[in-house]
């Protein structure tokens, strides 16, 4: 049943489909990571005609932390976070064991993230909930950022459980 040779890692740059779906949530990142120099040159700009703009500190400030969440997920295919492998190489025999349980768990952690953030999303945009600044951003939009987040870290969790069953090991 455990086969190392599958056809998704016997071919470099072959991913799963819920790795694909990830990774694309992690494009959404990156174009936001191009976008955002613009508003901070236009306050800069404005700043030397003395003209600051209020809305760039507050809106870049909530991009930034969707950049981090939408890359949450393909993170975890990749690699790029923190793991600890220490059981894993003690006991060779049960990899394919903790590689599975480690994708429960980041299944799992995930689902939560989902549930809980579009609970308190849903909460922010019933009580109109507004930052205290004066640009007032619902804080509905960027509360989005954790169910996106879950979303792209449940998907990555599945995939994660398959490769591991499929004889590939689980980032």
């Given at each position: 049943?455990?086969?190392?040779?599958t056809q998704y890692?016997?071919?470099?740059?072959?991913?799963?489909?819920?790795?694909?779906?990830?990774?694309w949530?992690?494009?959404?990142?990156v174009?936001?990571?191009?976008?955002l120099?613009?508003p901070?040159?236009?306050?800069?700009?404005?700043?030397?005609?003395?003209?600051?703009?209020?809305?760039?500190?507050?809106?870049?400030?909530y991009v930034?932390i969707?950049i981090?969440?939408?890359?949450?997920?393909?993170g975890?295919?990749?690699?790029?976070?923190?793991?600890?492998e220490?059981?894993?190489?003690?006991?060779?025999?049960?990899a394919?064991?903790l590689?599975?349980?480690?994708?429960?768990?980041?299944?799992?952690?995930?689902?939560?993230?989902?549930?809980a953030?579009?609970?308190?999303?849903?909460?922010?945009?019933?009580?109109?909930m507004r930052?205290d600044?004066?640009?007032?951003?619902?804080?509905f939009?960027?509360?989005?950022?954790?169910?996106?987040?879950g979303?792209?870290?449940?998907v990555?969790?599945?995939?994660n459980?398959l490769?591991?069953?499929?004889?590939?090991?689980?980032?």
């Open positions: 049943m455990l086969n190392t040779d890692e016997s071919r470099p740059g072959i991913h799963s489909p819920l790795t694909a779906i990830a990774r949530i992690c494009y959404a990142g174009a936001l990571i191009l976008l120099p613009l901070v040159l236009y306050e800069v700009v404005a700043d030397q005609l003395e003209q600051p703009p209020i809305w760039v500190f507050e809106t870049t400030g930034i969707l981090a969440f939408l890359a949450s997920g393909y975890l295919s990749t690699g790029h976070h923190f793991k600890v220490l059981l894993a190489q003690r006991f060779p025999a049960m394919t064991q590689a599975v349980l480690s994708g429960i768990l980041e299944a799992v952690f995930g689902l939560i993230l989902l549930s953030g579009a609970m308190q999303a849903y909460a922010a945009f019933e009580q109109d930052s600044t004066l640009l007032a951003v619902p804080l939009w960027p509360m989005l950022a954790f169910p996106m987040g979303f792209a870290i449940l990555q969790g599945i995939g459980i490769k591991a069953v499929r004889g590939g090991r689980s980032s």
